[in-house]
């Protein structure tokens, strides 16, 4: 049986000794701990020498993997040149641990799939994992570094690679003959302050790297308020610190040394454990040779969820804008103001906010799948309105949504949604997901499928339309906007379902087209295409408005059918309160919105809480999926994606919110008075067209 020592500097208490099997061979493997006495080691290690096949020296200083020589040579201490002196092999796992740092990152990157992806990561101390940082950086490049604060107490920290360098490099050594500590340690505020700083890092940040050495003097402070729902990557952690971890609230825990024996073990030992099955010394084993035995050996890094469940929270922003010039009021100081200052205030108001530059309105948290998955995200605000979008070239408005965009990845967001107007604007959204560096959604797809959820349910719910189950609906719909990106898809939804659809838009040679490729999808559906939709609107029974008009009158109501479901896609919407109010015995529904899982905290956006519209949905859905990608964009939107999406969402836990209109929502004794109304109407006029017909037929007689 071989024999495996492991001298550590570290605490006795840890000691072991235990027999496993490693690479097909049997070892005796022992740690003995010395409490930090460099001399007790050196003694140790001079006995282990020929009684021993392989020796591992734990707990020792690495140098930094990037700084000045004088640096390097300063942690070339004692032990590790008594250990080139010895006949039997001797390491610190420094081969394995470097090698260990990168496999880390790029096994659970490619297990878990962007799931380093635009990530806040504080680094604790980038000189010694400085090789980590340089493959995380391929992921984000929201990284930051504590080094100046934490080793010379310097209130100052490192927002990006290049910058540690040039401190590692250069500055660090400088400011190691400053007397920043000993300044630090009798100037008790300025200690304070730099705790402050510390632990507000620690609070912005999603993930923490912490190096082993130090451990508990780095977090020993800490609280759920630093690390709760954090992930913590380190080596070697004991299960002491999985408790520490866990008690703080921690999410996940990355190990980067693998746990390939039946209890945690420092690298070292692992790496002693191969030099003694090779029977070869540390400057004799490659790197690409450890990278075998990791392959073969299956030695991925342990990934461990304190709470025992799975943990992974995505992250998403959406661009909200004003609908018009009155949503300013919502401010309180701009309301306050109109209240007395001439009409021109507002018009000065809308004008000015539009040059803003963008601003977070909102934080979400505490949307949860029931997979397990978790998303938060933020509101992110343009300053706009529709008619100030109008007024300017759609490069202003891009502007805009470049610089949201920059915004939310450097606030860890994996994907950012256009919501109401800012999808319409130009290309609807082609420019911004060409240049933007995070992935680009308009949320169309889940808007269209929102919208004709929502329809179903109200059509439904009137009970007006007799649904047979499997078959069509045996009544006739309409949609205008037809040729536009939400409104094509719904003809080409509807016509599924609906034995008869009338495309109504502005563009004959577009609606030729949709009508062509909607036949040839679905054969034998009655098609009509017109320029002008008020003709046909006393015979329909479901009316789908998905324009861009901004504001502009699109649908006269007065010629509406009793009884019709108008389901408003549309915003800024096609329809206004005053509109509505004219008809009583119509159902006009604001498209639909989505219930979101969970307990979803943000602030208001004008729909009851845990709901939200449907394009703000999709880009929710995605994050939750893990499907960071340009989703739906332009103004041709796949129809599959309409489907993929709403199949995500049930997966996910979406449900069809409680149907609203301009007045808020409606419930079911509200939906009831429509119904009533509007067969009252439909007497009426059966009522009234028999009269004109007795009428004519006394007329003829008399004759």
Same mark, same amino acid.
């Given at each position: 049986?071989?024999?495996?020592?492991?001298?550590?500097?570290?605490?006795?208490?840890?000691?072991?000794?235990?027999?496993?099997?490693?690479?097909?061979?049997?070892?005796?493997?022992?740690?003995?701990?010395?409490?930090?006495?460099?001399?007790?080691?050196?003694?140790?290690? +001079?006995?282990?020498?020929?009684?021993?096949?392989?020796?591992?020296?734990?707990?020792?200083?690495?140098?930094?993997?990037?700084?000045?020589?004088?640096?390097?040579?300063?942690?070339?201490?004692?032990?590790?040149?008594?250990?080139?002196?010895?006949?039997?092999?001797?390491?610190?796992?420094?081969?394995?641990?470097?090698?260990?740092?990168?496999? #880390?990152?790029?096994?659970?990157?490619?297990?878990?799939?962007?799931?380093?992806?635009?990530?806040?990561?504080?680094?604790?101390?980038?000189?010694?994992?400085?090789?980590?940082?340089?493959?995380?950086?391929?992921?984000?490049?929201? +990284?930051?570094?504590? /080094?100046?604060?934490?080793?010379?107490?310097?209130?100052?920290?490192?927002?990006?690679?290049?910058?540690?360098?040039?401190?590692?490099?250069?500055?660090?050594?400088?400011?190691?003959?400053?007397?920043?500590?000993?300044?630090?340690?009798?100037?008790?505020?300025?200690?304070?302050?730099?705790?402050?700083?510390?632990?507000?890092?620690?609070?912005?940040?999603?993930?923490?790297?912490?190096?082993?050495?130090?451990?508990?003097?780095?977090?020993?402070?800490? &609280?759920?308020?630093?690390?709760?729902?954090?992930?913590?990557?380190? &080596?070697? %952690?004991?299960? /002491?610190?999985?408790?520490?971890?866990?008690?703080?609230?921690?999410?996940?825990?990355?190990?980067?040394?693998?746990?390939?024996?039946?209890?945690?073990?420092?690298?070292?030992?692992?790496?002693?454990?191969?030099?003694?099955?090779?029977?070869?010394?540390?400057?004799?084993?490659?790197?690409?040779?450890?990278?075998?035995?990791?392959?073969?050996?299956?030695?991925?890094?342990?990934? *461990?969820?304190?709470?025992?469940?799975?943990?992974?929270?995505?992250?998403?922003?959406?661009?909200?804008?004003?609908? &018009?010039?009155?949503?300013?009021?919502?401010?309180?100081?701009?309301?306050?103001?109109?209240?007395?200052?001439?009409?021109?205030?507002?018009?000065?108001?809308?004008?000015?906010?539009?040059?803003?530059?963008?601003?977070?309105?909102?934080?979400?948290?505490?949307?949860?799948?029931?997979?397990?998955?978790?998303?938060?995200?933020?509101?992110?605000? *343009?300053?706009?309105?529709?008619?100030?979008?109008?007024?300017?070239?759609?490069?202003?408005?891009?502007?805009?949504?470049?610089?949201?965009?920059?915004?939310?990845?450097?606030?860890?967001?994996?994907?950012?949604?256009?919501?109401?107007?800012?999808?319409?604007?130009?290309?609807?959204?082609?420019?911004?997901?060409?240049?933007?560096?995070?992935?680009?959604?308009?949320?169309?797809?889940?808007?269209?499928?929102?919208?004709?959820?929502?329809?179903?349910?109200?059509?439904?719910?009137?009970?007006?339309?007799?649904?047979?189950?499997?078959?069509?609906?045996?009544?006739?719909?309409?949609?205008?906007?037809?040729?536009?990106?939400?409104?094509? %898809?719904?003809?080409?939804?509807?016509?599924?379902?609906?034995?008869?659809?009338?495309?109504?838009?502005?563009?004959?040679?577009?609606?030729?087209?949709?009508?062509?490729?909607?036949?040839?999808?679905?054969?034998?559906?009655?098609?009509?295409?017109?320029?002008?939709?008020?003709?046909?609107?006393?015979?329909?029974?479901?009316?789908?408005?998905?324009?861009?008009?901004?504001?502009?009158?699109?649908?006269?109501?007065?010629?509406? @059918?009793?009884?019709?479901?108008?389901?408003?896609?549309?915003?800024?919407?096609? +329809? #206004?309160?005053?509109?509505?109010?004219?008809?009583?015995?119509?159902?006009?529904?604001?498209?639909?919105?989505?219930?979101?899982?969970?307990?979803?905290?943000?602030?208001?956006?004008?729909?009851?809480?845990?709901?939200?519209?449907?394009?703000?949905?999709?880009?929710?859905?995605?994050?939750?999926?893990?499907?960071?990608?340009?989703?739906?964009?332009?103004?041709?939107?796949?129809?599959?994606?309409?489907?993929?999406?709403?199949?995500?969402?049930?997966?996910?836990?979406? @449900?069809?919110?409680?149907?609203?209109?301009?007045?808020?929502?409606? &419930? /079911?004794?509200?939906?009831?008075?429509?119904?009533?109304?509007?067969?009252?109407?439909?007497?009426?006029?059966?009522?009234?067209?028999?009269?004109?017909?007795?009428?004519?037929?006394?007329?003829?007689?008399?004759?």
């Amino acid at each position: 049986m071989k024999q495996v020592i492991s001298i550590s500097l570290g605490p006795s208490k840890y000691d072991y000794e235990f027999e496993t099997e490693f690479l097909g061979q049997q070892f005796m493997v022992k740690r003995i701990g010395t409490d930090g006495s460099r001399d007790k080691a050196a003694q140790l290690l +001079l006995e282990s020498d020929k009684n021993a096949d392989a020796i591992g020296v734990g707990q020792v200083k690495f140098p930094p993997a990037i700084s000045s020589g004088y640096l390097t040579r300063r942690h070339d201490d004692k032990i590790k040149r008594l250990g080139r002196k010895i006949q039997t092999p001797v390491t610190t796992g420094a081969a394995l641990r470097d090698v260990a740092y990168e496999w #880390s990152l790029r096994f659970v990157e490619h297990k878990f799939k962007d799931y380093f992806k635009n990530q806040k990561v504080l680094f604790l101390s980038g000189l010694n994992n400085y090789n980590m940082a340089k493959v995380m950086a391929e992921y984000t490049d929201n +990284l930051t570094f504590a /080094d100046p604060l934490i080793e010379n107490d310097i209130s100052k920290l490192v927002h990006s690679l290049k910058g540690f360098e040039r401190y590692a490099k250069g500055a660090h050594e400088i400011l190691d003959w400053l007397p920043g500590k000993r300044l630090t340690s009798s100037v008790v505020p300025l200690k304070k302050w730099n705790q402050y700083i510390l632990k507000k890092a620690m609070q912005k940040a999603n993930i923490i790297v912490v190096p082993n050495q130090g451990f508990y003097r780095l977090l020993e402070d800490t &609280s759920i308020e630093e690390l709760g729902g954090k992930i913590i990557i380190s &080596s070697t %952690v004991y299960d /002491d610190r999985v408790e520490f971890l866990k008690a703080r609230g921690v999410d996940v825990i990355i190990d980067t040394t693998p746990k390939i024996l039946q209890r945690v073990v420092s690298p070292n030992v692992i790496e002693a454990l191969i030099l003694a099955a090779l029977e070869k010394k540390s400057d004799m084993v490659h790197p690409d040779d450890i990278l075998e035995i990791i392959s073969m050996q299956r030695m991925d890094p342990r990934i *461990v969820y304190p709470s025992g469940k799975e943990k992974r929270v995505h992250r998403f922003a959406f661009v909200i804008h004003p609908l &018009s010039k009155e949503f300013l009021k919502k401010d309180k100081a701009v309301d306050f103001v109109s209240g007395f200052a001439p009409p021109v205030f507002l018009d000065a108001v809308e004008k000015v906010v539009a040059y803003a530059p963008p601003w977070v309105y909102s934080k979400v948290t505490g949307i949860k799948s029931p997979t397990g998955a978790e998303a938060e995200g933020w509101l992110i605000t *343009v300053g706009g309105t529709p008619k100030q979008m109008l007024s300017h070239t759609p490069e202003f408005t891009y502007k805009r949504l470049l610089q949201a965009a920059r915004m939310a990845k450097r606030m860890g967001a994996q994907i950012m949604g256009l919501g109401a107007f800012t999808k319409v604007v130009g290309d609807a959204g082609l420019t911004v997901a060409k240049k933007a560096d995070i992935p680009i959604t308009t949320g169309n797809s889940y808007s269209a499928s929102g919208a004709l959820w929502a329809a179903a349910d109200a059509v439904r719910r009137m009970g007006l339309i007799e649904i047979e189950s499997g078959k069509k609906i045996a009544g006739k719909t309409m949609v205008l906007g037809a040729s536009g990106a939400i409104g094509s %898809v719904c003809c080409r939804l509807l016509a599924k379902a609906f034995d008869e659809v009338i495309l109504a838009g502005r563009n004959t040679a577009k609606l030729l087209a949709l009508q062509q490729a909607i036949l040839e999808e679905t054969p034998g559906v009655k098609l009509k295409i017109t320029t002008k939709p008020d003709r046909y609107l006393p015979d329909m029974d479901v009316i789908v408005t998905a324009t861009s008009g901004a504001g502009k009158k699109v649908l006269d109501i007065t010629k509406v @059918k009793p009884g019709c479901v108008i389901t408003d896609v549309a915003r800024p919407l096609d +329809l #206004s309160p005053e509109d509505v109010a004219k008809r009583p015995d119509v159902l006009v529904i604001e498209s639909g919105e989505i219930e979101l899982p969970g307990n979803p905290e943000m602030k208001n956006i004008g729909l009851p809480k845990k709901v939200v519209y449907a394009c703000l949905a999709e880009t929710i859905v995605l994050a939750l999926e893990g499907r960071y990608e340009v989703f739906t964009i332009g103004r041709d939107i796949e129809w599959e994606k309409v489907r993929d999406i709403y199949k995500m969402g049930l997966k996910h836990g979406m @449900k069809l919110a409680a149907i609203s209109g301009v007045n808020g929502v409606f &419930s /079911d004794e509200e939906i009831r008075k429509v119904r009533e109304l509007a067969l009252a109407a439909r007497a009426g006029a059966n009522a009234a067209d028999g009269t004109v017909e007795a009428q004519i037929e006394t007329d003829v007689e008399t004759a």
